[in-house]
Structures are given as C-alpha cells and as structure tokens.
Nanobody, 135 residues
Framework: QARLVESGGGSVQAGGSLRLSCIAS?????????MGWFRQAPGKEREGIAF??????????YYADSVQGRFTISQDNDKTSVYLQMNTLNPDDTAMYYC?????????????????????????WGQGTQVTVSS
C-alpha cells in the first residue's frame, strides 16, 4: 500500500493562506476512495475537515462547518494526490493536519452528505504537517 506524504504546512499570520499537498508515495493510486484531511489541535480531538471522492470528477466533497467557504479541496487527475487550499486563516486553524484515505474502494451512500468525516472510515494516514497561524 502506498504511503501518504503531506507537505505545505508552515507559519502564517491571520488572514493568510497556505496550500497543503498529500501525495501517495511510490506512485500508488487511491482511485474510488475518499481522501481528505483531518486536523488536531493541542488538547482537542481530531477533526475531519475536508474530503473528496476520487472515483469521479470531484464528487462526494465534504467540508466541516469550521472551514466551509475558506478551504477548498481538490485532486489531480491520476488519483494520486489531493490538495487543500486554505484561505483567510485564523489562529483557530492552528493544528497538525493529517491526510487520510480509505483503505479500500468506498461507495458513498445516496443522501449521505458526501465522504464521511470520521476516523474509523480511514485506514491510511500520513505523518502530518503543522500549520500555525499567529494573530
């Protein structure tokens, strides 16, 4: 199974932007799966924030309320990478950001609201990239 490697984290001031990348190493493909991003701030539970299903042209997109309208998830055509464009960052966005993918092909149920945002659905994880937003 290919690993997931995140990059793009860093330190920015409030109002700034960052773009996170998640690449499947060794050329692995994650077709027909949900892939996306969790984040975990110190002392808080891990939160699912943005996901996309790689089986179609950007289907199954889910955003947490905390990032809706500010973050945009996208994928590349060969299903090996997903990206998270983060705009209008604020100190509450400070966290370790983790990329995750379904271990096996995943079918989104109708009317389910898109990819799930719960950790138990994701069996492949990256090591994380730190995002720090200063006020």
């Amino acid at each position: 199974q290919a690993r997931l490697v995140e990059s793009g984290g860093g330190s920015v001031q409030a109002g700034g932007s960052l773009r996170l990348s998640c690449i499947a190493s060794s050329g692995g493909s994650y077709s027909s799966r949900c892939m996306g991003w969790f984040r975990q701030a110190p002392g808080k539970e891990r939160e699912g924030i943005a996901f996309i299903h790689t089986g179609g042209s950007g289907s199954g997109i889910y955003y947490a309320d905390s990032v809706q309208g500010r973050f945009t998830i996208s994928q590349d055509n060969d299903k090996t990478s997903v990206y998270l464009q983060m705009n209008t960052l604020n100190p509450d966005d400070t966290a370790m950001y983790y990329c995750a993918a379904n271990l096996r092909p995943f079918t989104i149920r109708p009317n389910s609201g898109g990819c799930p945002a719960y950790q138990q659905y994701y069996g492949v994880w990256g090591q994380g990239t730190q995002v720090t937003v200063s006020s």
